[in-house]
T-cell receptor
């Protein structure tokens, strides 16, 4: 059965801390892994990873994919209260338009 | 551009009632999807479309119908609402299968 598992389920940190969010997957016909941030409403796109070992960066956020070990991590450095959100990981299947999402990691950053 | 829009924002139904959740996008995207989001379950794919006139089932299609008569619109129909369909529904679109999806603001549906 195809699945995407995120850990931890929730996390509380203080401003300035660095956090690492994990996403592991077991899917047939993997194409890409995507990270989204969900605050109050719609998920917003962060990164798409297709190749192993290539880090994607955007400001204080970065992500990398390991296709051999079937996981990805999302790092957030120098966290701010505005980083408080649910972070979703999704896998896109090759040859189709189907995605499987993980259950998300709820991050709370305290001032 | 309005992006992806959904109506209504909130809806309360009684068991057995039918309704249509509306989704529209003005980005000329070929690919569109419907998801439901439940606590502890993440986003689950209901139905998707790869272009006008073409739809397919996702992970949890039972109790829902879709059609895609135009590129812009992708309505989701609940034929006979059940309490198990209480959820937040998101519509998403993307220009092709290789790019990220853009999500609408969601519809919170409660079935009593």
């Amino acid at each position: 059965e195809d699945k995407v598992v995120q850990s931890p389920l929730s996390l509380v940190v203080h401003e300035g801390d660095t956090v690492t969010l994990n996403c592991s997957y077991e899917v047939t016909n993997f194409r890409s892994l995507l990270w989204y941030k969900q605050e109050k409403k719609a998920p917003t796109f962060l990164f798409m990873l297709t190749s192993s070992g290539i880090e994607k960066k955007s400001g204080r956020l970065s992500s990398i994919l390991d296709k051999k070990e079937l996981f990805s991590i999302l790092n957030i450095t120098a966290t701010q209260t505005g980083d408080s959100a649910i972070y979703l990981c999704a896998v896109l299947f090759s040859g189709t338009y189907k995605y499987i999402f993980g259950t998300g990691t709820r991050l709370k950053v305290l001032a | 551009n309005a992006g992806v829009t959904q109506t209504p924002k909130f809806q309360v139904l009684k068991t057995g009632q039918s309704m249509t959740l509306q989704c529209a996008q003005d980005m000329n995207h070929e690919y569109m999807s419907w998801y439901r989001q439940d606590p502890g379950m993440g986003l689950r794919l209901i139905h998707y479309s790869v272009g006008a006139g073409i739809t397919d089932q996702g992970e949890v299609p039972n109790g829902y119908n879709v059609s895609r008569s135009t590129t812009e619109d992708f309505p989701l129909r609940l034929l006979s609402a059940a309490p198990s369909q209480t959820s937040v529904y998101f519509c998403a679109s993307s220009p092709d299968r290789y790019n990220e999806q853009f999500f609408g603001p969601g519809t919170r549906l409660t079935v009593l």
